[in-house]
């Protein structure tokens, strides 16, 4: 087992539309640029995104670590300032029926590469699935991707109620997305955490707001991450300053900061609900 603590970092929202992969994508190279080690998880199992939104080419998934023909290194791909990127697959939509040879094979896969990343990012799909709970649950930080609409927030609430009451997860860091102000991000995140606060046993830290800004537009349909393609813009900026936040958390010591624990935990969340 690897005693390399790694930073194991979930990015979620609750529901679609509220820009999480692109947040997901270029926090990964912001971290990069701040000399970490990264490894983007494209955990979208049933809709694969991060590999579209930078026009990688994907010629091997987890399916083929799991039959074991390839190894994780084999199928890990180069993405925007040195991140690698595992991408999604169905191959993995069945965890909760993996045999015990398979169970083994992953958690090894990513025993593997654990000496080699600092920082493991979860894209996780929309909604509120046993396939997200189980991915948010087995993070070591769990990030809520939010924007100024109605549905966005309750969304996020109904993901956060089911985490805390069912599932145990006590905090939530919140990023306020294509936000109009600093101001529209601040009352984004009031507004949440005042509910939170009357029904839920959690605790919600406001990690800061991303401008709404056109060259996101732009970078998607280029197929490239924002920072890379517009490494001065309003939303590049303000997504550095959050990878700066990020990158002073505190790595985990102990068991829970390796990146076995991660695997065995999500594979055991799978198990013990019967997801999928």
Not at 133 to 158: G, K, L, M, W
Not at 197 to 219: M, T, W
Request: with cysteine; charged share 20%.
């Amino acid at each position: 087992m690897s005693h390399h603590p790694i930073k194991v970092v979930a990015v979620t929202g609750g529901k679609g539309g509220v820009g999480k992969t692109n947040v997901s994508v270029n926090l990964s190279v912001a971290l990069a640029e701040l000399r970490r080690r990264v490894v983007l998880m494209d955990a979208d199992l049933g809709l694969a995104n991060v590999d579209v939104l930078l026009g990688l080419k994907v010629t091997h998934t987890v399916a083929d670590v799991l039959d074991g023909t390839h190894s994780l290194r084999d199928i890990l791909l180069n993405g925007p300032g040195g991140i690698k990127v595992v991408p999604a697959t169905s191959g993995v939509q069945q965890l909760a029926q993996l045999s015990t040879p398979e169970h083994a094979a992953l958690v090894h896969a990513f025993s593997d590469i654990a000496d080699q990343l600092d920082v493991l990012v979860v894209d996780t799909a929309a909604g509120i699935s046993d396939m997200v709970v189980s991915f948010v649950r087995a993070s070591q930080e769990v990030v809520i991707v939010v924007c100024d609409e109605p549905s966005s927030i309750t969304d996020a609430y109904a993901l956060m109620k089911l985490l805390n009451k069912e599932h145990n997860v006590y905090r939530f860091r919140v990023i306020a997305n294509m936000t109009r102000s600093a101001q529209e991000g601040r009352l984004l995140f009031e507004k949440l955490n005042g509910v939170c606060e009357r029904f839920l046993d959690a605790s919600l830290q406001y990690l800061g707001h991303v401008p709404f800004d056109e060259n996101v537009r732009k970078a998607v349909q280029q197929r490239k991450a924002l920072i890379e393609m517009a490494p001065r813009s309003k939303a590049s900026l303000a997504i550095r300053a959050l990878a700066e936040k990020v990158d002073a958390w505190p790595v985990q010591s102990g068991p829970r900061g390796h990146l076995e624990f991660f695997i065995e935990r999500l594979l055991e969340a799978n198990t013990t609900s019967g997801a999928y």
